[in-house]
């Protein structure tokens, strides 16, 4: 405990008194708790971004061109679905069926959680309404050559080149589960765009 102390001795004929010094200040106390308060923060943070912004992957080819093409890298954001659901137009990224050793695969969004999808004469209808979410008429309806119903926490994606990839459509991938998907996909980096660009 650090107190002031009146001190006294003698000199000459009189008495001097001074007053000891505190050890510690209650100035030096809080520079000390501030500065490891940014400390914690720091390393708080750093963990933060490491877990949600750390990772990430390749695409493998040409299924989302022209929005990302063949080996190009992209940032995977892992924290945005702990807070918030995948949303219809979002990339995301995911192991098929939950299968570890599978590449991971990149795909947009088209339905959610109680929507119906199928594709009919090359068109695509969401909840019985036509999309225009691709230019081109669509060659393979695959399982949605009928119309199917997402389930509870599943997602219908494809690919923004739907002649060309493997998705939703594909019985051996499916709707896909919630728990599969490993991520948003927030940034690309290289291949045919230059720098770093966020996704859309």
């Known amino acids: 405990m650090c107190y002031n102390i009146l001190m006294a001795r003698r000199k000459g004929n009189g008495l001097i008194f001074y007053e000891k010094k505190k050890l510690v200040t209650m100035k030096e106390i809080y520079a000390f708790l501030s500065w490891a308060a940014i400390v914690v923060g720091a390393i708080l943070l750093s963990y933060v971004v490491v877990y949600a912004f750390g990772i990430r992957t390749t695409v493998i080819g040409d299924s989302m061109y022209p929005s990302l093409v063949n080996g190009q890298e992209i940032l995977i954001n892992r924290l945005s679905y702990n807070i ?4 219809k137009g979002d990339v995301i990224v995911f192991k098929p069926n939950g299968n570890e050793n599978a590449h991971t695969y990149v795909k947009r969004v088209i339905a959610c959680p109680g929507d119906s ?3 009919t004469s090359g068109v ?5 309404e036509e999309t225009d979410w691709f230019t081109d008429s669509i060659s393979d309806p695959g399982v949605a050559s009928s119309e199917l119903s997402v389930g509870a926490d599943e997602y219908f994606v494809m690919g923004d080149n739907p ?3 493997e998705d939703s459509r594909n019985a051996n991938i499916g709707n896909v589960k919630a728990d599969s998907i490993i991520g948003k996909a927030w940034f690309h980096m290289g291949g045919g765009t230059m720098g770093l660009g966020r996704i859309k």
């Open 84 to 87: 918030f659901e995948p949303k």
């Open 117 to 119: 999808v199928r594709i």
């Open 124 to 128: 695509l209808y969401v909840n019985d």
């Open 163 to 165: 002649n060309s990839s």
